[in-house]
């Protein structure tokens, strides 16, 4: 089974700063999608970004990118400029795309994320 | 376009009832998951709808159950309620497959005393 670990279970940051959040996952599979969700207190979870296993290039999105590291098993969310805004739990989920693997989304069990003015 | 309904947003029940909880999905969505947050335990996968069938399952007693409608919207039940069922209950929707990602509604909030 796969397995997610979030090992920091809460950052801070300054207003404009950067900062990285940490995610490493255990899989035996070769095909499979990472995803980063926010879950401000409105508890409704958001995907911030998406990476697909086969694809070697790290994804962006505006100020969010990961540093995708197959070999390690490790993916890792960097937030640039960071707005009061983005002050939320912040979840990684794996995904199988194995013939027969499960559909559903594994999740770490997220890092909240302090934004300070 | 409207976003994934839950309902209702919170509900209070006690030890032993039964609960209905419904998600309706983002228009032409036809899979909708359910999963359960908890502090302890964090985010679990419940059980996934597609077309009316359950695709897939996840590791809960069979007190948990769940449907989907011929118009996509799914119900989950909580039967004989334990105080442990206290949680987050999340519905996400998604085409066909989530390989692009899901829309989560914001849940409903159980709380069993």
């Known amino acids: 089974a796969q397995t997610v670990t979030q090992s920091q279970p809460e950052m801070s940051v300054q207003e404009a700063e950067t900062v990285t959040l940490s995610c490493t996952y255990d899989?035996?599979?070769?095909?499979?999608?990472l995803f980063w969700y926010k879950q401000p207190p409105s508890r409704q979870m958001i995907l911030v970004i998406r990476?697909?296993?086969?694809?070697?290039q790290n994804a962006t999105e505006n100020r969010f990118s990961v540093n995708f590291q197959k070999a390690a098993k490790s993916f890792s969310l960097k937030i640039s400029d960071s707005q009061l805004g983005d002050a939320a739990m912040y979840f990684c989920?794996?995904?199988?795309?194995?013939?027969?693997?499960?559909?559903?989304?594994?999740f770490g069990k997220g890092t909240k994320l302090t934004v300070n003015p | 376009k409207a976003g994934v309904t839950q309902t209702p947003r919170y509900l209070i029940k006690t030890r032993g009832q039964q609960v209905t909880l419904s998600c309706s999905p983002i228009?032409?969505?036809?899979?909708v998951s359910w999963y359960q947050q908890t502090p302890g335990q964090g985010l679990q996968f419940l059980f996934e709808?597609?077309?009316?069938?359950?695709?897939n399952k996840g590791n809960f007693p069979g007190r948990f159950s769940g449907r989907q409608f011929s118009n996509s919207r799914s119900e989950m039940n909580v039967s004989t309620l334990e105080l442990g069922d206290s949680a987050l209950y999340l519905c996400?929707?998604?085409?066909?497959?989530?390989?692009?990602?899901?829309?989560f509604g914001s849940g409903t909030r159980l709380t069993v005393v």
């Open positions: 996400a929707s998604t085409t066909y497959s989530g390989v692009y990602g899901y829309t």
């Open positions: 899989t035996s599979e070769s095909d499979y999608y």
């Open positions: 990476q697909e296993a086969y694809k070697q």
């Open positions: 989920a794996y995904r199988s795309n194995t013939q027969g693997g499960s559909e559903k989304l594994v």
């Open positions: 228009s032409g969505h036809r899979s």
């Open positions: 709808y597609f077309s009316e069938t359950q695709r």
